[in-house]
């Protein structure tokens, strides 16, 4: 079986899985299906929660789509006319606890042909980033220390080199460099030297997908009935207006789906329900959420 197929089954399947651990975690909501098809080529599974018991909106999505690389992509990987193809499974989940973080994570896979169809490249990418609204630094260290487990058997140095890449990808550089969480690992452009080289970065990919919920859920469990009030409530808001903004501005992801005349509703599923802008708003000095504002910057956690 070529890889891209391997990798294609291999995310359906998480796909499941993620969706029946968070199903049982909310203990309410349960994913509603849409399949979708790409007129170009393609299409996708797109699978949303909304108004949970702990999950206020969420997607958990995969696709496929290929077809004529566009040409603002053309531009962008200084390539001529080619074909492509992109597997991929992307995930945004925002619960209503303001206590409880929103995260973020996808796996993905690509191709690119010349005209005749012969592979020209590949590689793989992914990550998964935490952005919690209230810190606990408790919680902090048990996703990045499952991360870094999840990455250990291929090389005790690959963890490092993946934090400090998702340090500095998910910022918002507009805002002073300041992070959208407290990042997690993220890595892109792992381009297989031969098919022995293809299996090993496989395997990486799905060690890491496999590690999502043992990093994500027991922070949930955990933090799902934690008291708050409206002023919580606010400054959820108000981060997940930073959220915003890293997503339409900056993120790759977003702007490479619009760009191949992906579907908007999944690409867009990625935004939370609601979200403020005040004008210059600064924290109170002394407060919780002025406080938080340290940790939007890299640090270490394990």
């Known amino acids: 079986m070529l890889i891209k197929d391997q990798f294609i089954k291999y995310i359906h399947g998480l796909q499941d899985t993620i969706c029946a651990g968070l199903e049982r975690e909310d203990g309410k909501a349960t994913f509603k299906e849409e399949i979708w098809e790409r007129p170009e080529g393609g299409g996708g599974k797109t699978r949303v929660i909304a108004n949970g018991n702990v999950f206020e909106k969420g997607g958990v999505n995969t696709s496929v789509v290929y077809g004529a690389l566009p040409s603002a992509m053309q531009i962008a990987f ?20 303001p206590n409880v973080p929103t995260v973020h994570a996808n796996w993905r896979y690509f191709e690119l042909y010349d005209k005749e169809g012969k592979k020209l490249d590949s590689w793989f990418g992914g990550g998964s980033d935490l952005t919690p609204y209230y810190i606990f ?18 090389g005790e140095h690959i963890y490092n080199e993946c934090k400090k890449h998702c340090d500095e990808y998910f910022v918002n550089k507009h805002r002073g460099d300041e992070m959208r ?3 997690g690992v993220f890595y892109d452009y792992l381009r297989p030297l031969d098919e022995v080289d293809e299996l090993k970065h496989f395997d990486f990919q799905q060690a890491n997908g496999n590690a999502f919920l043992d990093a994500y859920l027991p922070i949930v469990s955990k933090r799902k009935n934690t008291p708050y009030g409206e002023k919580e409530v606010e400054w959820q808001e108000i981060r997940r207006g930073r959220y915003v903004e890293f997503n339409l501005i900056h993120d790759r992801g977003t702007l490479f789906g619009l760009k191949t005349n992906g579907r908007t509703e999944s690409i867009l599923m990625s935004l939370p329900p609601r979200a403020r802008w005040y004008y210059n708003y600064q924290p109170a000095e002394g407060s919780r959420e002025a406080e938080m504002m340290k940790y939007y910057k890299a640090r270490e956690w394990v």
Not at 82 to 97: K, M, Q, R, T
Not at 137 to 154: Q, R, V, W
């Open 78 to 97: 200084n390539v001529p006319e080619s074909d492509f193809l992109a597997a991929g499974l992307s995930l945004v989940i925002h619960p209503l606890n």
């Open 137 to 154: 630094e408790e919680d902090a260290k048990h996703f990045h220390g499952t991360l870094k487990n999840s990455m250990a058997p291929f």
């Open 181 to 183: 969480g407290i990042g």
